[in-house]
């Protein structure tokens, strides 16, 4: 490994209708080729993952990250303007281009785009505006969107505006969302600047939900609250996060999950898996 952060260097599993596991391996370049990233090591894990689960490669020409989509498993995909479209990315790249592979590669048949993503990370040590930190789909028709309540902090423009854009949005069933925000931490700055503490960030396991915590006991309950309702008959617990987000990411960015298969994946040099869809949860 170059760096921590599975989710954007792993693989991202699919199956197709025949419940055989295939995983999509993007092309993973730094964020954008930025000056302080290396991934000479970690453009090479996706194909490693992939041969360990024993997944059919999905193969990809796309500059992407799983940190930079968000999926309901039944075709609506949630990406930003600033990452599939950065010219550090796919300088060639247009929305058709980057749809027409997202429904190749992940069966989506529905792309929501956001303009931008949190402040924090469109400053020089970011992403670039991944997703996972300011929208999820807990259940096809829901999504949790994060509030930046604080007036002081940019993002509480930001996060406005985003939610504007998703609630004027529906999923590819064409079923408009029922949102359910999911309220910032009280602390807006660090050392560094303002943060992006988010409880969207979260990872979601067998019959449980593992949350980011920031230190604030009332915030961190608050959210466990809310994801307990979101995810109905999983228990969440809560971790500390600010060691990993002062690194960059949270919990979702450092892990990835694989869901079970119906049947074991034939190896077929490359091919992708037929009617190839994304899963959520596991």
């Not at 599975?6 to 995983?23: E, H, K, S």
């Not at 590669?105 to 990370?121: N, S």
């Not at 660090?190 to 593992?210: A, K, Q, R």
């Amino acid at each position: 490994l170059d760096d921590a952060w599975m989710r954007d260097i792993g693989p991202t599993f699919v199956l197709d209708d025949n419940g055989r596991l295939g995983a999509v391996d993007w092309i993973f370049n730094g964020w954008g080729g930025q000056d302080w990233a290396s991934w000479g090591r970690d453009a090479d894990i996706a194909g490693i993952v992939t041969r360990a689960a024993g997944a059919t490669p999905v193969s990809s020409l796309l500059v992407n990250e799983g940190g930079g989509i968000q999926v309901d498993g039944e075709g609506t995909v949630i990406v930003t303007q600033t990452v599939q479209l950065d010219p550090g990315r796919n300088p060639h790249a247009d929305r058709a281009r980057v749809e027409a592979e997202l429904a190749r590669t992940l069966g989506a048949t529905h792309v929501i785009w956001l303009p931008r993503g949190l402040t924090r990370d469109q400053a020089r040590f970011g992403t670039r505006g991944h997703v996972d930190i300011v929208a999820a789909i807990p259940m096809p028709g829901t999504l949790l969107v994060h509030a930046q309540n604080d007036q002081a902090h940019p993002d509480y423009t930001v996060t406005r505006e985003l939610r504007a854009v998703l609630a004027a949005s529906t999923d590819a069933a064409g079923r408009p969302w029922t949102i359910i925000d999911l309220p910032a931490p009280a602390r807006i700055s660090d050392d560094e600047g303002f943060v992006d503490y988010s409880y969207v960030n979260h990872l979601v396991v067998n019959g449980g939900v593992i949350a980011c915590g920031f230190g604030e006991p009332r915030a961190d309950a608050a959210a466990r609250s809310i994801l307990e309702d979101a995810y109905p008959g999983r228990k969440v617990v809560t971790v500390d996060a600010r060691p990993l987000f002062a690194r960059g990411g949270g919990i979702h960015c450092i892990t990835q999950q694989q869901p079970a298969a119906a049947k074991p994946a034939a190896m077929s040099g490359g091919e992708a898996v037929g009617a190839a869809r994304v899963c959520v949860g596991v």
